[in-house]
């Protein structure tokens, strides 16, 4: 297995660290998969046990000026490896002015993914920081494992209102309950409620419009249905706060997805880049 790619262009660089960031987030470990044109950061905690998951795929012709891989085998092209996304983010952040960025998987001891920063410097003599960061080689055995989630067959999809602007609603009711229900409806409404003995609030938005899914999208099951009924999900405050609080993407839409009583799913959408978040409903 080989692995090895080269970033120039300081844009490309200050975005492939914000979708890191995001990613560190949202997660201390995760896998990260690499195809010749594509790289995928995924967490796939089962959702039936409560977990939350993810998904979020980069095309790597829009980030590197250099990108080879050779993966388990020909037939297989492709290299799975769990990582601390953290390690990645902190790596990251020291080359924030770099003029150039080489990353490739090594063998110090362990495999790690070894980035090499070069700096800019008053001399002839370039600056290089290395940053060696431990990694697990996932066997292809294991790769089923960490399929693309299927899009849930929803109830309701609607996009989400600025997410600075929800994340500062759930930063405040956080405060007075640990589980917030979230209600769509197909009329582009969306509501935050809690409740708890002793308070009961609820934020409205409206006007948020509905995503068309086309002929074959998830919602034919509702054609028939009075767009102002409400679907709702109850969720983990917490888990729905990282979500927002982590976000540094600055997605140009956000979809929201509710399966009735079961899970809300997200797509963070920029460009480039797509991220699905999967949280959960609290039972």
């Keep these: 297995m080989r692995f090895r790619a080269k970033m120039i262009d300081i844009g490309c660089f200050n975005h492939f660290t914000r979708v890191v960031n995001t990613i560190s987030?949202?997660?201390?470990?995760?896998?990260l998969r690499l195809t010749t044109d594509k790289l995928y950061f995924i967490l796939s905690d089962k959702v039936a046990n409560g977990g939350v998951s993810m998904w979020c795929e980069l095309s790597q012709g829009n980030f590197f000026d250099?990108?080879?891989?050779?993966?388990?085998?020909t037939e297989h092209n492709e290299i799975y490896m769990d990582l601390a996304a953290e390690n990645l983010s902190r790596a990251l952040k020291t080359a924030h002015n770099a003029k150039?960025?080489?990353?490739?998987?090594t063998n110090k001891h362990c495999p790690c993914i070894t980035l090499a920063v070069e700096l800019p410097s008053l001399s002839r003599v370039s600056r290089v920081v290395t940053?060696?960061?431990?990694?697990?080689?996932?066997?292809?055995k294991l790769w089923n494992d960490f399929k693309e989630p299927s899009v849930p067959d929803f109830d309701v999809s609607i996009y989400l209102p600025p997410l600075k602007t929800m994340k500062n609603v759930v930063e405040r009711m956080k405060n007075l309950s640990n589980f917030l229900v979230l209600e769509a409806n197909l009329n582009g409404e969306m509501n935050l409620k809690i409740e708890t003995d002793l308070v009961s609030v609820?934020?409205?938005f409206k006007d948020l419009g509905n995503p068309s899914w086309g002929d074959n999208g998830s919602q034919d099951s509702t054609q028939d249905r009075d767009p102002e009924t409400m679907m709702d999900v109850k969720v983990d405050i917490r888990k729905l706060l990282q979500f927002l609080a982590g976000q540094q993407v600055n997605p140009s839409k956000v979809i929201c997805n509710i399966v009735n009583k079961r899970i809300v799913h997200f797509i963070l959408l920029h460009e480039d880049v797509s991220l699905q978040y999967f949280i959960p409903a609290h039972a």
Excluded: A
């Excluded at 987030?25 to 896998?31: A, D, I, R």
């Design 100 to 105: 150039s960025l080489k990353i490739k998987l």
């Design 131 to 140: 940053h060696d960061i431990p990694v697990g080689v996932i066997p292809k």
């Design 66 to 73: 250099e990108f080879q891989l050779e993966g388990v085998s």
């Design 25 to 31: 987030k949202l997660t201390k470990t995760c896998t």
């Design 202 to 204: 609820t934020t409205h």
